[in-house]
């Protein structure tokens, strides 16, 4: 359901609220009229039989599954006659049949108090700025201006903002070039190969989006299906749909600007002159200019505190740049992926196996009997390539728009290990995936090597501080043509105005920087990456750096990890780039505390940070930052206090909560242990003692509920089930972020390191089986005296243990095992759930869905009868409208 409908969407829910308002009336009305008559009545029979006459006589059915008023017709008239059917047995169906009038009233409250939250929501949305189309005519909304919205800290932040981007960052270009043709110069394949890496490269830019060849081919029509790795050069109705679609996902536009979007992608006479007029402008790009100029910006926040500066362009204009940006950034990635396979990206890994120890191991093991193809150092090769080369940029013109600097962003899902084969992954996927990865390389590393160093660090305000001369140096030198360098110029240079300033502010013209969630933006900054990427590669001997956008990892030996330092600041100082000191940091964990020593002194010297996760290098562990969360808590309190209706605040907790701080405490993985889920389980303890501490309650049900009956006139006896139902069933969809912990707990190891001794303990009884038939005589090479084993006689002892096991990464499958083990994340344990024919009807059969239901759903039949999972009459919900409200991205209050 699209966000344009919401004006209908509000009228429908209207009717239906009415329509229901009327239903209860009258159903209370029956339910009077039946129970005077009860009063009226003499005996219990016939107390019984009066209720009998009145569920006929209004159409009353039973909900409960032990009342069956067809048998009661039958044993009521027995009763008139037959002493043996006792006053108490009466009794209790007049008590059954006067709860299933009481179920009913039930069922209609509450779905008049969804009805009454969903209204009071349509008129409070969100904490933060609204969409007009929700705003009723009473809001007050628009008596807010900028100053009561905004804060202290986005004042200061846009003074910074400016002072980068208005501000021209001068850098030496001859001196990129020569650094870029110190790092790429002397790459060459081998003497068959006729270009250069290099020179394939450069060549793959100059044939981006050629024009003058292709714009004017015949119009073909492209399916979604096809999902073409090659770009097309100009518009069709698919490659429209795709690129709004895009703009929606980068979350560029908001407001009417973005109803408007939504609800083009319907319209196929629209699109159709749409496809004709952009690749009419696609024609003309050398005249191409922002329109209309000053671009007016505004500033959004986020959950990290941080606000982001967004161009609120014209639509058109948007869809136009994203097709633009798609095109550069899939061929740009193309370019780049073939570059890294074609040998002029190291592969050599720490403590390689050389030709003799390979002749040699070779010679005493027969093929296949030990070693594997799978192993670590490959596994680890295609995880980098696949998951960590250039992820902000697409593969395919129909992958997702991706923002790894995002932090709204969907909740975990813990049953899945997040490893891509062939697919694209999400931003949180990737960032979960490389918390997973860092951790197990840590763990294999300390007991393989003896110790693990790792290095974090990424760029001072990146985006808006990136050089235009550094960017225009880095495209020249990979073979971007002069026409598509003025275009990106004009691209880069706009001239801005921030919309809060008013009307009479003056324009100014963009200096430095990109522009936020622009796919052009992500491909004209990772194409400058990319040549840090390749420095790091080529100065470390074949060490990579992990990074997200501007967000950058390295680990591994304590050497490689300084020369990959020096890499990065060198990178840094010739683009004119800073190290952002907040997010830099590197850790040194030993195995053994008896060789503990300081990091070296070449490296920086703070502290490893993931989301709210520091590493403790004396233990080498993850452990919570217990300040960092309680500033969270402030700022979760405020912005809860801040919601004027019931669903935003439940929207609002779920974001926060069950995504933002799920999010930053890290996924439970193998590798992080049990003793990851109970530090997280404390953390959200802690989080609800320090939201409700003032509130007189303990947990988030308590003070929804107190806040039901401030507003809307409940009592206390609202079932927890009300809360945290699913919307199709009533309720209101409150996310528990202790279940995802509990749920993993049981299948996640006590003693991760155990996983990767019992690969060594394998290994060994490998080793002695091999040993023992070397020693006896068999499977020896027939030929004697090999060079490879640097021996004449056949007599040769076996390998000793140190060299069979040197090479584990190489060789072991048995580490290979353990090595994607720890990484994967811990299966969710499934609560029996007794009556799952009915839940599997009426809800999702996920863990999370079998856990709230296993919880809630005793409470909730009570009240509601045997089919009591619908706490409200379903067609008389609004859930339609809860859905188009719920798929609004949450503005967080300024």
């Not at 407001?255 to 402008?281: C, H, I, P, W, Y």
């Not at 191409?288 to 606000?307: A, F, H, I, T």
């Not at 070296?600 to 562990?621: C, E, N, T």
């Not at 040769?796 to 090595?819: C, G, H, I, M």
Request: aromatic share 10%; proline share 4%.
């Amino acid at each position: 359901m699209s966000t344009p409908e919401l004006p209908t969407l509000r009228h429908v829910t209207e009717r239906k609220l009415n329509k229901l308002a009327a239903h209860r009336e009258k159903y209370e009305a029956e339910k009077r009229a039946i129970l005077d008559k009860v009063a009226s009545a003499g005996d219990t029979r016939a107390k019984v039989q009066a209720l009998l006459d009145g569920f006929e006589q209004y159409g009353v059915t039973a909900r409960q599954p032990d009342l069956s008023l067809r048998n009661l017709v039958h044993f009521n008239l027995q009763a008139r006659s037959d002493p043996s059917v006792c006053g108490s047995l009466l009794r209790e169906w007049q008590i059954k049949l006067e709860r299933e009038l009481n179920i009913g009233s039930a069922k209609y409250e509450y779905a008049s108090l969804f009805g009454s939250l969903i209204m009071e929501w349509i008129k409070y949305p969100s904490p933060g700025i609204v969409s007009k189309h929700l705003e009723s005519p009473s809001s007050d909304t628009d008596s807010l201006d900028f100053d009561q919205l905004g804060r202290k800290e986005m004042h200061e932040q846009q003074a910074q903002w400016e002072a980068h981007v208005f501000t021209k960052k001068k850098v030496d270009q001859a001196r990129i070039e020569a650094y870029l043709n110190d790092i790429f110069g002397n790459v060459r394949q081998g003497k068959k190969v006729k270009k250069s890496p290099l020179e394939d490269l450069r060549e793959a830019m100059r044939h981006v989006m050629d024009f003058k060849s292709e714009l004017h081919t015949p119009k073909h029509p492209v399916s979604r299906s096809d999902d073409l790795t090659t770009p097309e050069r100009r518009f069709t109705p698919e490659i429209l749909k795709s690129c709004i679609r895009g703009v929606l996902q980068a979350d560029l536009l908001a407001g009417q600007k973005r109803e408007a979007l939504v609800g083009l992608e319907t319209q196929s006479a629209v699109l159709d002159e749409l496809v004709d007029v952009l690749n009419m402008d696609l024609e003309g790009l050398d005249t191409w200019e922002w329109d209309p100029s000053p671009v007016p910006l505004q500033m959004r926040r986020q959950l990290n505190g941080k606000y982001r500066v967004f161009m609120d362009e014209e639509t058109h204009q948007a869809i136009l740049l994203h097709f633009i940006g798609k095109v550069w950034a899939v061929e740009m990635k193309k370019a780049f992926v073939k570059f890294y396979h074609s040998g002029a990206w190291l592969q050599t890994p720490f403590r390689s196996m050389d030709k003799k120890a390979r002749r040699r191991r070779e010679y005493f093991i027969p093929a296949g009997i030990a070693d594997s193809t799978l192993t670590v150092r490959d596994e680890r090769r295609t995880m980098y390539q696949e998951d960590y080369f250039m992820t902000q940029l697409p593969g395919k013109m129909f992958d997702d728009y991706i923002d790894y600097a995002a932090e709204d962003q969907d909740s975990p899902s813990s049953g899945t290990s997040g490893t891509r084969r062939g697919g694209a992954r999400s931003p949180l996927a990737t960032k979960q995936g490389m918390l997973r990865l860092l951790t197990t390389e840590m763990l294999l590393n300390t007991k393989v090597y003896g110790e693990f160093t790792v290095l974090q660090s990424d760029f001072r305000w990146f985006g808006p501080s990136l050089s235009h001369d550094a960017i225009f140096a880095v495209l020249k030198f990979l073979g971007v043509p002069d026409k598509w360098l003025r275009f990106f110029k004009k691209f880069l240079e706009p001239s801005l105005v921030f919309s809060h300033d008013g009307a009479d502010a003056e324009g100014r013209v963009r200096k430095c920087g990109v522009p936020m969630s622009h796919v052009l933006a992500d491909a004209l900054s990772e194409a400058l990456l990319f040549c840090l990427d390749f420095a790091v590669n080529k100065r470390t001997g074949g060490a990579n750096i992990y990074r997200f956008h501007d967000d950058l990892w390295c680990w591994g030996q304590e050497s490689t990890c300084v020369q990959a330092w020096e890499a990065i600041k060198e990178f840094a100082e010739i683009m004119g780039l800073e190290m952002n000191e907040e997010k830099t940091g590197a850790a040194l964990i030993v195995a053994n505390e008896n060789t503990s020593r300081a990091i070296s002194a070449k490296l920086p010297q703070g502290k490893i940070k993931w989301g709210f996760l520091v590493l403790d290098p004396s233990v080498g562990r993850w452990v919570i930052n217990q300040t960092d969360v309680d500033a969270h808590i402030v700022e979760l309190r405020r912005q809860l206090g801040a919601c004027r209706s019931v669903m935003a605040w439940v929207q609002a907790w779920n974001s926060y909560v069950s995504r933002f701080f799920s999010t930053n405490f890290g996924q439970p993985a193998n590798c992080l242990g049990r003793a990851h889920n109970d530090m997280i389980i404390e953390a959200f303890q802690r989080i609800q003692r320090g939201l409700f501490a003032d509130s007189g309650v303990a947990n988030a049900t308590e003070y929804l509920r107190r806040m039901l009956m401030e507003r809307f006139g409940t009592d206390d006896s609202v079932p927890d089930g009300f809360f945290y139902f699913p919307s199709n069933l009533g309720g209101l969809g409150l996310r528990n972020p202790f279940i995802a912990l509990f749920a993993t707990r049981p299948g996640t190891p006590r003693d991760p390191v155990e996983r990767i001794e019992r690969a060594f303990e394998e290994e060994q009884e490998v080793y002695e089986r091999l040993k023992e038939k070397w020693d006896t005589g068999k499977d020896r090479p027939k030929r004697l005296g090999d060079d490879a084993a640097g021996s004449n006689n056949a007599d040769d002892p076996f390998l000793s243990w140190q060299e069979y096991s040197a090479y584990r990464e190489e060789t072991s499958p048995y580490l290979y095992q353990a090595y994607r083990y720890l990484m994967e994340c811990p299966p969710e344990h499934h609560v029996d759930v007794v009556g799952s024919a009915q839940f599997n009807r009426k809800m999702e059969d996920t863990p999370y869905w079998r856990w709230i239901y296993a919880l809630y759903a005793g409470e909730v039949k009570e009240r509601f009868g045997g089919e009591g999972l619908q706490l409200g009459e379903r067609d008389l919900l609004p859930v339609g409208l809860v859905e188009v409200l719920r798929s609004e991205k949450v503005r967080w209050e300024g």
